[in-house]
């Protein structure tokens, strides 16, 4: 991935084994002469991977947490809070990535509740664009408020619709000033992927919207 081009690579860390690989994954990259940085990405585990498995927190460059993905009730506050807390200990920067497939129910149901009271009620599709803003911006400050600086946080929102992407990231855009990683998700193979994914990104950076592409 490194020699064909790519400035970071994300691998995902989902089992002791893969976490136990990592630290010498990062040292064969290193023994070849190939710098690029590792993302780990976790899902539902990655709290217990994180502390089992220091020399796999140690040797990633970024963590990505998916809020949605992380426990339920007190656990996913828990759980959220021991990720964040290991990326302090290891100054790490942290990818905080809300997906519309997997949102925090909780924080959905609020966002609907609010909805249900305005004197305009918005449509479904505004509903879940502001449930996925709401989702990045609070885990963010609540990732400050555990101790992790502001710059080191970069927010992405996960949808699969081009005119869904542009909407959510222009809102992130106005309402924050977290580094903002665009991603068209199952955007498609082929030539299908690349026309959706250009379209949606390329108008979010003619308006200065984005600081890292996913490809």
Not at 16 to 41: K, N, S, T, Y
Not at 43 to 72: E, M, W
Not at 178 to 191: D, Q, R
Request: charged share 25%; hydrophobic share 40%; glycine share 8%.
């Amino acid at each position: 991935m490194a020699q064909a081009g790519s400035e970071l690579v994300r691998i995902t860390v989902n089992t002791p084994e893969a976490a136990r690989e990592v630290a010498a994954i990062r040292e064969q990259l290193d023994r070849m002469g190939i710098e690029v940085p590792l993302v780990g990405d976790f899902h539902y585990n990655g709290h217990k991977l994180l502390t089992d498995f220091p020399d796999c927190a140690q040797a990633l460059s970024k963590y990505r947490i998916n809020p949605g993905n992380v426990g339920k009730g007190a656990k996913r506050d828990s759980q959220f809070a021991q990720m964040v807390e290991i990326a302090c200990k290891y100054d790490k920067p942290v990818r905080i990535g809300v997906n519309w497939g997997s949102l925090d129910q909780e924080l959905l149901a609020r966002v609907m509740d609010e909805n249900a009271h305005r004197e305009t009620p918005w449509d479904a599709q505004r509903v879940m664009h502001e449930a996925l803003v709401t989702s990045a911006i609070e885990n963010a400050q609540r990732a400050e408020q555990l101790g992790l600086a502001g710059d080191r946080i970069c927010l992405s929102a996960k949808v699969s619709g081009v005119q869904d992407l542009i909407a959510v990231y222009r809102a992130l855009g106005a309402r924050c000033d977290y580094p903002l990683h665009l991603g068209l998700t199952e955007a498609g193979m082929g030539s299908k992927g690349i026309v959706a994914s250009t379209a949606a990104m390329a108008v979010l950076l003619q308006e200065g919207i984005g600081d890292t592409i996913r490809v």
